[in-house]
């Protein structure tokens, strides 16, 4: 485990990446290639039905400075630069979208051994603020998420989240949608060396008194190749394989049943990432 508690984004992260990382229905292909200069050239392209998106990106690092610029299939040039550690705990990021011209971001982000700090406010005359916290340790730390809108002068959105974890055991509590929304997650390591693990989320939606229980596992055949299933309580069971064919490159195929209706096809999507 990690120093400090992390950002309010990293409570019950482990175990979403278990249940939903990865996994994809669509068809994308990504490209990375490297100039002469060290700019990172980036190219991905997604089938989704009959419809096809493309962008382009390009990355480029200065000491501490990163700055990310992607070009989509509409003509939108989304930039992104980030300024690590300008002091110490401290990340500093501005970001604007080309041509929508309310876009522009800056966002501070701060992590210390105890608290875990990250705020955002809009570039506008009547901008969004956005600010979350985390007090506590890498093994208990609570935390809260909030947006507030100085054009009405009222919150759009009030989170909060509790999480603890030791060597093999992350659990986390979190309450979403102004209170509407309840999710307990859990991701346990089984065996380290296999990278094998268990995870469950539940969640209750207390509006629509709907609950939803999600449960999935993961496995390393070889230090190469993962496999991962999940099955959620409406009948729905995917499962994944991943596999390192070269250093960096991965190749990944994922499909998904609903067991209440198997006479529907199967959802296959697939995804290869090219790095040098």
């Known amino acids: 485990m990690g120093k400090g508690p992390g950002l309010y984004a990293d409570i019950g ?20 290639t490297y100039t002469s200069t060290g700019v990172a050239l980036t190219s991905t392209g997604i089938k989704k039905g009959e419809l096809f998106l493309a962008d382009v990106s390009g990355q480029l690092k200065n000491k501490n400075i990163t700055t990310d610029i992607k070009v989509d299939t ?7 630069i980030t300024i690590d550690e300008p002091a110490p705990g401290l990340k500093t990021i501005f970001s604007f979208k080309v041509p929508d011209q309310r876009s522009g971001k800056v966002e501070l982000q701060y992590q210390h ?10 570039l506008t ?12 340790s890498n093994v208990v730390s609570l935390g809260t998420d909030l947006s507030f809108d100085t054009a009405t002068g009222n919150f759009t959105k009030y989170n909060a989240g509790l999480s603890y974890a030791n060597a093999d055991l992350i659990a986390s509590l979190t309450v979403n949608d102004k209170g509407d929304t309840l999710t307990a997650s859990y991701y346990h390591t089984v065996r380290p060396l296999t990278s094998t693990a268990v995870g469950a989320e539940l969640t209750r939606c207390f509006s629509s008194n709907e609950n939803t229980l999600t449960i999935g596992t993961q496995h390393a055949l ?3 190749t993962t496999v991962k299933a999940r099955l959620n309580n409406y009948g729905k069971a995917s499962a994944l394989i991943q ?3 070269r250093p960096k490159s991965l190749f990944t195929i994922s499909g998904e049943v609903d067991t209440k209706a198997v006479e529907k096809s199967a959802k296959i999507g697939l995804a290869l990432a090219l790095k040098p």
Do not use: C, M
């Open 13 to 32: 992260k482990k175990a979403r990446d278990l249940l939903y990382k990865d996994y994809q229905s669509d068809h994308k292909f990504t490209v990375t």
């Open 74 to 80: 509409n003509s939108n040039l989304l930039t992104t």
């Open 113 to 122: 051994e105890h608290a875990g700090i990250s705020t955002s406010l809009g």
């Open 125 to 136: 005359a009547n901008p969004i603020v956005n600010f979350s916290g985390v007090i506590g």
């Open 222 to 224: 070889d230090p190469l």
């Open 243 to 245: 596999h390192e064919w």
